[in-house]
């Protein structure tokens, strides 16, 4: 059974930083991608950040250069830095877990879902 826990959401100011933590349990093999989606208020989830199975990387063009998405697999942790943020990265960011993804970044890719942590940022 896969099972995914955010951490580290919070209120920052902007150009502030903050790191999402996310605990990853379940996942046997290496044929899952991890990622992080955010969903703001009257908007769809969008995804922002992919570690693949076959260890690429994929990020939104939105966050290219101010996000980076790592793993730390002695501590089954999926991690997202953020930097230099925006009122616009103001969401819920949730972790999503799934196995053989073919377009990275999709929603309806990955089976898997963390509860979320609230990212706001302001102005």
């Known amino acids: 059974q896969v099972h995914l826990a955010e951490s580290g959401g919070g209120s920052v100011q902007v150009g502030e930083s903050l790191r999402l933590s996310c605990l990853v349990t379940g996942v046997t093999d290496s044929s899952y991608s991890l990622a992080w989606f955010r969903q703001a208020p009257g908007k769809e989830r969008e995804g922002v950040a992919s570690i693949n199975f076959d260890r690429s990387l994929s990020y939104a063009e939105s966050v290219k250069g101010r996000f980076t998405i790592s793993k730390d697999n002695a501590k089954n942790t999926l991690y997202l830095q953020m930097s230099s943020l925006k009122p616009e990265d103001t969401a819920m960011y949730y972790c999503?877990?799934?196995?053989?993804?073919?377009?990275?970044?999709?929603?309806?890719?990955?089976?898997?879902w963390g509860q979320g942590t609230q990212v706001t940022v302001s102005s």
């Open positions: 999503a877990a799934g196995r053989y993804i073919a377009d990275h970044l999709a929603r309806g890719e990955y089976n898997y």
